[in-house]
């Protein structure tokens, strides 16, 4: 895996820099200003560089003074000062309604969810409140300077209360935007463009990458687009997109496709909500199938919402029913954990039977 997870890396990477304003532009950069670093280290970078050029930026959530249960914001209060980098109260529904206030004000609040199991009580502020905040002002008011950062998915050994996939539930509010990351290089990017985004952003971060994924991330400030899916493997018998972890599992298939003489097109969404729908209906109208894979429970997961688009769009040229490989419709397990993953042998198998419907 995490061989696969290394060959996201480019030789040459394009920069998105910009302030905090609405306005980017693109500039080159060179892997020789880039340094080999792990996702959390990626995100811990992140973090730096927005409160750094920013005096409006504030870090907090449980536990995070100290570095958080993941190490990702180590340094910050040290560097910043405990008045801009802060421990909250174990209350994730105060942690959303007090981000939510503050960025209000104008500032930029980076509040931490420790699991993405435990956003629920954060529920009604940011579907209720952050969501609606622009909309039912008139555009008078807004608090677009929010960022909501959260650890998702599984890890090995977490059970069913830190495994989690809770991002369709986002999805479904208009108003919010969700991003999820597939490597070191691509959180830190769209960590500053959803920081910088003049919408509120739930980004969730895949922790079983925390520390396995290593790719050379650029040692400056830059940013990725948001609501842009990057096709990562170019191919011409089927479309598979995935998102955060599932893309290292979803690269292993198509190899092992490939093996077989099956020729895979490979889709990071990124943005999960707006979904680059364009993107993927042109992959889609060229190999003429498609299957989507994520980790989170098959029925009612994003999945279905690509799968309906899809299908929409691209009716009259597809050879094949949508195929989706997911977690299944349980609680998390956790000894049964390995039969509740979408593994590369289910998408493999997936693969080929929709290649030869």
Same mark, same amino acid.
Request: hydrophobic share 40%; charged share 20%; glycine share 8%.
């Given at each position: 895996?995490?061989?696969?997870?290394?060959?996201?890396?480019?030789?040459?990477?394009?920069?998105?820099?910009?302030?905090?304003?609405?306005?980017?532009?693109?500039?080159?950069?060179?892997?020789?200003?880039?340094?080999?670093?792990n996702?959390?280290?990626?995100?811990n970078?992140?973090?730096?560089?927005?409160l750094?050029?920013?005096p409006?930026?504030?870090?907090?959530?449980?536990?995070?003074?100290?570095?958080?249960?993941?190490?990702c914001?180590?340094?910050?209060? !040290?560097?910043?000062g405990?008045?801009?980098?802060?421990?909250?109260?174990?209350?994730?529904?105060?942690?959303?309604?007090?981000?939510?206030?503050?960025a209000?004000?104008?500032?930029?609040?980076?509040? !931490?969810?420790?699991?993405?199991?435990?956003?629920f009580?954060a529920?009604?502020?940011?579907?209720?409140?952050?969501?609606k905040?622009?909309?039912?002002?008139?555009?008078?008011?807004?608090?677009?300077?929010?960022?909501?950062?959260?650890?998702?998915?599984?890890?090995?050994?977490?059970?069913?209360?830190?495994?989690?996939s809770?991002?369709?539930?986002?999805?479904h509010?208009?108003?919010?935007?969700?991003?999820?990351?597939?490597?070191?290089?691509q959180?830190?990017?769209?960590?500053?463009?959803?920081?910088?985004?003049?919408?509120?952003? +739930?980004?969730?971060?895949?922790?079983?990458?925390?520390?396995?994924a290593?790719?050379e +991330?650029p040692?400056?400030?830059?940013?990725?687009?948001?609501?842009?899916? !990057?096709?990562?493997?170019?191919?011409?018998?089927?479309?598979?997109?995935?998102?955060?972890?599932?893309?290292?599992?979803?690269?292993?298939?198509?190899?092992d496709?490939?093996k /077989?003489?099956?020729?895979?097109?490979?889709?990071?969404?990124?943005t999960l909500?707006?979904?680059?729908?364009?993107?993927?209906?042109?992959?889609?109208?060229?190999?003429?199938?498609?299957?989507?894979?994520?980790e989170?429970?098959v029925?009612?997961?994003?999945?279905? /919402?690509i799968?309906?688009?899809?299908?929409?769009?691209?009716?009259?040229r597809? !050879?094949?029913?949508?195929?989706?490989?997911?977690?299944?419709?349980?609680?998390?397990?956790?000894v049964? /954990?390995?039969?509740?993953?979408?593994?590369?042998?289910?998408?493999?198998?997936?693969?080929?039977?929709t290649?030869?419907?």
């Amino acid at each position: 895996m995490a061989m696969a997870l290394r060959k996201f890396g480019k030789d040459g990477i394009s920069i998105w820099r910009r302030g905090f304003s609405t306005t980017a532009g693109l500039e080159s950069s060179s892997s020789k200003d880039a340094t080999p670093v792990n996702l959390f280290t990626a995100i811990n970078q992140a973090l730096h560089i927005a409160l750094d050029s920013d005096p409006r930026s504030y870090v907090f959530g449980e536990d995070v003074s100290f570095g958080g249960v993941f190490r990702c914001t180590t340094g910050l209060a !040290e560097r910043f000062g405990r008045q801009r980098v802060f421990n909250t109260p174990l209350c994730e529904q105060g942690i959303a309604g007090f981000a939510i206030g503050l960025a209000a004000l104008g500032n930029r609040a980076i509040a !931490e969810i420790q699991f993405a199991d435990y956003i629920f009580p954060a529920f009604d502020q940011l579907v209720n409140e952050a969501a609606k905040f622009r909309y039912r002002s008139g555009n008078e008011f807004n608090c677009g300077g929010l960022t909501i950062r959260s650890p998702y998915g599984a890890v090995g050994h977490g059970g069913h209360y830190h495994s989690q996939s809770p991002e369709a539930f986002f999805c479904h509010v208009p108003g919010l935007k969700v991003v999820i990351p597939r490597s070191p290089y691509q959180a830190k990017g769209l960590l500053l463009a959803s920081i910088r985004d003049p919408n509120p952003v +739930v980004f969730f971060e895949p922790k079983w990458l925390y520390r396995l994924a290593v790719e050379e +991330v650029p040692d400056a400030d830059y940013m990725l687009p948001l609501s842009q899916a !990057e096709v990562i493997r170019e191919g011409k018998d089927i479309t598979l997109v995935g998102w955060g972890a599932q893309l290292s599992i979803l690269e292993q298939a198509c190899e092992d496709a490939e093996k /077989e003489g099956i020729s895979c097109e490979l889709i990071d969404l990124r943005t999960l909500i707006p979904w680059d729908k364009e993107t993927v209906e042109a992959s889609v109208s060229k190999t003429g199938r498609l299957l989507v894979s994520h980790e989170a429970p098959v029925t009612g997961g994003f999945g279905a /919402e690509i799968s309906a688009s899809i299908i929409e769009r691209c009716f009259l040229r597809l !050879e094949a029913p949508v195929a989706r490989v997911c977690g299944l419709d349980t609680p998390f397990p956790l000894v049964y /954990e390995p039969f509740y993953m979408p593994t590369k042998n289910k998408i493999l198998d997936a693969i080929k039977s929709t290649v030869n419907y």
